[in-house]
């Protein structure tokens, strides 16, 4: 009895391992990067998608030159951001970073291929002294 407990115990600790394991991969496509990096990818070739998922407010007080304004928490995300190229590379900031973190999500559930989301925001971007459009 002892055994099939203890063997019961080891295969739901391995079940639980992998379920867990499969989040993290599920996340595959989805590239946290520098403000550098986005600065060196978006403005070396025009044809990159740039999005700034924060409020219509946030984005009219500064925001990346050649950013298009889709805000995450808008009812018509979705919508917009399907409007997109899935195939292209997409680049995405916020404030911080915790918005576009949820927008990176679901793009990645949306099918997008390739998604970078800037590390830190619009205020890392400003900190490293970047230019913005006001």
């Not at 989040?23 to 990096?37: R, T």
């Not at 050649?66 to 399907?82: G, K, R």
């Amino acid at each position: 009895m002892f055994k099939r407990s203890l063997f019961s115990v080891i295969a739901i600790s391995v079940l639980l391992f992998f379920t867990a394991c499969k989040d993290v991969s599920s996340a595959q496509g989805i590239e946290v990067i520098s403000p550098q990096e986005v600065k060196e990818a978006v403005y070396d070739n025009g044809e990159r998608q740039l999005v700034d998922v924060r409020t219509i407010e946030e984005f009219r007080e500064g925001h990346l030159n050649n950013a298009q304004n889709i805000c995450v928490t808008d009812a018509d995300f979705e919508e917009n951001i399907l409007k997109l190229d899935k195939d292209k590379p997409i680049y995405l900031y916020c404030r911080s970073g915790k918005r576009s973190a949820r927008a990176a999500k679901m793009l990645k559930d949306l099918g997008f291929k390739e998604i970078y989301d800037m590390e830190g925001g619009y205020l890392n971007w400003e900190r490293q002294d970047f230019e913005t459009v006001q």
